[in-house]
């Protein structure tokens, strides 16, 4: 009886040395395999105080011919080259006083004649527009 209660009386040591190690190298490891993420608020970003909000942002215009070779602009039909030209001369003088550019592209049907398309290329050299794309349908 004596022995298991000398046993049991006896003072149990941990060897903190090693166990300090251990959390050293835990600490260590979550450290590296960790990811640094960015929260919103270390984000940087300029607010603009003065200017115009659309300076910078091209002014696109979609130009349709159908098989007829009528032209339509964001849904308007013109049915001459000078009414085409007012509206693109409009357009250009908005997006030059905003100090953007002009995009045009012009969609034609797989029928469109091409002989349709060089009027409205015409209006565009008229109103000094000088990007203009072509999209097709396939």
Do not use: W
Not at 58 to 74: F, H, I, Q, T, Y
Request: proline share 4%; with cysteine.
């Amino acid at each position: 009886m004596n022995t298991v209660t000398a046993i049991m009386n006896r003072k149990k040591d941990m060897p903190m040395a090693s166990l300090i190690d251990v959390v050293f190298l835990l600490l260590v490891y979550f450290m590296v395999t960790s990811s640094l993420v960015k929260k919103e608020a270390d984000l940087s970003f300029k607010i603009p105080i003065l200017g115009n909000p659309l300076e910078g942002h091209p002014v696109e215009l979609c130009v349709e011919l159908d098989d007829a070779g009528m032209v339509s602009v964001e849904g308007e039909r013109f049915s001459g080259r000078d009414e085409l030209f007012q509206r693109l001369e409009l357009l250009k003088a908005v997006a030059d006083a905003s100090q953007n550019e002009v995009i045009v592209s012009v969609s034609p049907t797989d029928r469109t004649n091409h002989g349709a398309i060089v009027p409205v290329m015409d209006a565009c050299a008229a109103a000094e527009i000088r990007d203009i794309s072509f999209s097709t349908e396939l």
